[in-house]
Each structure stands twice: as structure tokens, then as C-alpha cells.
């Protein structure tokens, strides 16, 4: 056996109400083409269900429709809008802290997005600019060759947010890469469901946090710290869905602030002993 396997936390993140309060179209992009934010939304949810459509794909039809006449509907006109996205408390120090609580541990920390919200506007935050995800799954256009979008490239939503998973745990990164489908052993898995987190805040996180939750990681439920609303992370926890919930303030010395280093710590621990286990399995079967 070689030297010890880098141990790696991977934290994965919703976006819309877990890091940042509300929906991130509504947040400029709705008003700047003339629409309440709940009348815009009607008026998706209407579209998908009169077209058997996908919710996501309606409302990204909508957002280009809607565009027309009115504004460059471009990645640069998108990631302005996401430079406005407001976030939670604590949000802008919390990925170099929590890296660097983990690099004290001997522990890798990755930060993650699995949104079905829109990448171009996530790409225009200050935390995406400022480098602090290793990747970000989340729905996007296809642009034309003068730079308009046209077309969906990605869609997102809660069923296939999972496929992100198994691409992390493998380390096969790439949204085209097919080696996603190849087994591994596993000892072998770049990051285990062990040390998985995924932090969301509603129904459409349940089949990541069921996921991660049953194979030994840590789920967390988030609730908005303004309102003090724990509805659904009460009745997420009853389900089984998740382990933990805090509120979403993410400044030094918060709830999650602490239980995210919980983790950390012990992660650490656990991995020496991981570590130890499969030393002793391959010296036993190479005998």
C-alpha cells in the first residue's frame, strides 16, 4: 500500500433559500420584464402543466420569452443579475473558514452547487467569482453564435440532482463523462457518501439528503433565520430526510458554523480508522 488517501469532505449546496433568501430570478430578472414575482411564477407553472412540461423548462422559456424587445437576454446580462443576488448572513467568509478549519484536520473541503437554479447567474455571484466551488450543477442555456441564449443546455431538477452525487463520489466530474457508470471499488471512491454533506432547504433537495442520509453522511436543513419558519425542516427531520437543521447563517460561531466543524473533526477521526481497515484488508488478501 501506498502513502494515505487524501480525505476529502465535499459540502454540497442548494442555492435558492439555503444560500441566498429568495429565488435568484426574482431578485432583479422578474421585475426588470414587467412581472410581479408571483404572477411570473403563475405563469411557468401554468405553462408546464398545460404542456406536460418540466417546471424548469418552463420557467426558462419564460425568462427568454419575456426578454424579447425588453433586454440582451446573453451570460453577460445573466451574471449582472447574479451579482445582485442577496446572500445569508456570513456567507462570504464561510467557504475560506470552513477550508481552512479543514486543512488544519488534514482535511480537503469541497464546496459544491446542485441548483436548479440557473449556473450563469450562480457564475455572477461574488462567492463563484471569488473561486469557492469546486463545480456547479445547475441549469443553463445553450448561446448562439452571437452570444444569445437560444436553447436549454443543462435542466435540474430534484429527481436528476442526484446524478451529481455519484459523480462526485467518484471523482468524474465532467457532465458528459460516462466513466460515471463504471464500478469502482470502494476504497476507491474519491469522496464516500461518509463524507458527503448536502444542505438544502425544501422538498426539492429530498432525494439528495435521502441519498446522502442512508449511505452515512450528513444531511442539513436550512431555514431562514428572519423568519425563524422551521416547518419544513421539522417535518424533513420526522421523515428521515435529515440529521441535522440550523438557521442559514453561515457567520463564525453560528449553529451551522459549529456543526459543519463537528463534521469536520470528525471526518478526521474516522478516516484514520478507515484508513487502518483497508491497510489490513489488502495486507491480509495479498498474503
Not at 425568462?63 to 425588453?70: I, N, T, V
Request: negative net charge; hydrophobic residues 35%; glycine residues 6%.
Amino acid at each position: 500500500m501506498g502513502d494515505k488517501k487524501e480525505t476529502v469532505l465535499a459540502i454540497c449546496y442548494d442555492f435558492d433559500k439555503t444560500l441566498s433568501p429568495t429565488d435568484m430570478q426574482a431578485q432583479g430578472y422578474i421585475q426588470s420584464v414587467g412581472y410581479d414575482v408571483d404572477e411570473f411564477w403563475e405563469k411557468t407553472n401554468a405553462l408546464a402543466q398545460a404542456n406536460e412540461m418540466d417546471s424548469n423548462l418552463a420557467y426558462m422559456y419564460v425568462m427568454m420569452d419575456e426578454a424579447r424587445g425588453r433586454l440582451l437576454f446573453n451570460r453577460e446580462k445573466l451574471e449582472e443579475y447574479g451579482s445582485r443576488v442577496q446572500l445569508f448572513p456570513g456567507v462570504d467568509g464561510w467557504f475560506d473558514r470552513i477550508n481552512e478549519y479543514g486543512k488544519e484536520r488534514n482535511v480537503k473541503v469541497e464546496h459544491y452547487i446542485i441548483s436548479s437554479g440557473l449556473k450563469e447567474m450562480i457564475d455572477g455571484t461574488s462567492i463563484a467569482k471569488n473561486g469557492a466551488f469546486t463545480k456547479v450543477y445547475a441549469s443553463s442555456f445553450y448561446y448562439d453564435d452571437r452570444g444569445m441564449a437560444v436553447w436549454p443546455a443543462q435542466v435540474i431538477n430534484y429527481t436528476n440532482k442526484t446524478q451529481f452525487l455519484f459523480r462526485i463520489e467518484k471523482g468524474v466530474l465532467d457532465i458528459n463523462d460516462e466513466d460515471v457508470n463504471e464500478y469502482f471499488e470502494p476504497e476507491n471512491m474519491r469522496v464516500p457518501f461518509r463524507n458527503m454533506v448536502y444542505i438544502g432547504d425544501s422538498d426539492t433537495d429530498i432525494p439528495c439528503m435521502k441519498l446522502v442520509n442512508i449511505n452515512g453522511g450528513h444531511s442539513i436543513g436550512v431555514y431562514n433565520p428572519e423568519n425563524q419558519n422551521k416547518d419544513r425542516v421539522h417535518k424533513m427531520l420526522r421523515d428521515n430526510r435529515i440529521r441535522y437543521f440550523a438557521p442559514a447563517d453561515y457567520s463564525e460561531g453560528a449553529e451551522i458554523d459549529k456543526l459543519l466543524k463537528a463534521i469536520i473533526d470528525k471526518t478526521a477521526a474516522y478516516e484514520i480508522l478507515e484508513d487502518k481497515h483497508v491497510r489490513d484488508k489488502h495486507e491480509s488478501y495479498d498474503k
